[in-house]
């Protein structure tokens, strides 16, 4: 089973480009959705996080974990980043080596894993594959991340200025899908799984 790892800056289309691959039938493991659903699931996960933001990040109407809040403090404060990071990536990983597992049982030839951070991380590089880099352009990832967010360019910034550059993932890539709204998706997507299936 080959596993690719999906990466790219925020913006930069990711999301699309999986949801076409698992239209085409490929599992795909979102570890940042994966992730949000653990801080809630795990309860071992959950305690380390109480102990390191305090109840105030639980403390929404349902009991969940406070995205915005938590994405306030992570997206300010490069120290704290880390030590969220450093409690949920154990988790994520482990979480990853099951459904891995999982995929492989019911006969999959590829899966997939996306990940913002997947080239600042080690472990993660560890569990794929190959690399596909999403490239887009700066203006265009603040326009559609501004738009998606609701939120203030300033703030997409802040979370743009904690990735690596465009261009350094570029340089780490296997392959490069590039979402500038005038090359044509389809076929890039079309070319890299077939350039998978010869392999």
Excluded at 147 to 156: N, S, V, Y
């Amino acid at each position: 089973m080959i596993t690719i790892g999906i990466t790219g800056g925020i913006g930069s289309g990711k999301s699309y480009i999986c949801k076409v691959l698992k239209q085409m039938g490929i599992p795909i493991y979102d570890c940042d959705s994966r992730a949000k659903s653990l801080y809630d699931k795990d309860l071992v996960l959950k305690r380390e996080m109480i102990n390191l933001l305090g109840e105030r990040i639980y403390d929404t109407p349902t009991g969940t974990i406070d995205k915005r809040y938590l994405s306030e403090i992570i997206f300010s404060d490069k120290e704290m980043l880390k030590q969220v990071n450093d409690l949920v990536h154990p988790a994520v990983q482990q979480d990853i080596d099951y459904w891995k597992r999982e995929q492989e049982a019911k006969g999959y030839a590829i899966v997939v894993l996306e990940s913002a951070i997947l080239l600042n991380s080690s472990n993660l590089m560890q569990r794929i594959d190959k690399c596909l880099v999403v490239s887009a352009p700066l203006s265009m990832r603040l326009k559609r991340a501004t738009e998606r967010d609701l939120c203030e360019p300033e703030i997409i910034q802040k979370r743009i200025n904690t990735q690596l550059d465009d261009s350094e993932m570029c340089k780490k890539a296997d392959y490069i899908i590039y979402n500038d709204g005038t090359t044509h998706i389809l076929p890039q997507i079309s070319k890299f799984i077939q350039t998978l299936e010869s392999i």
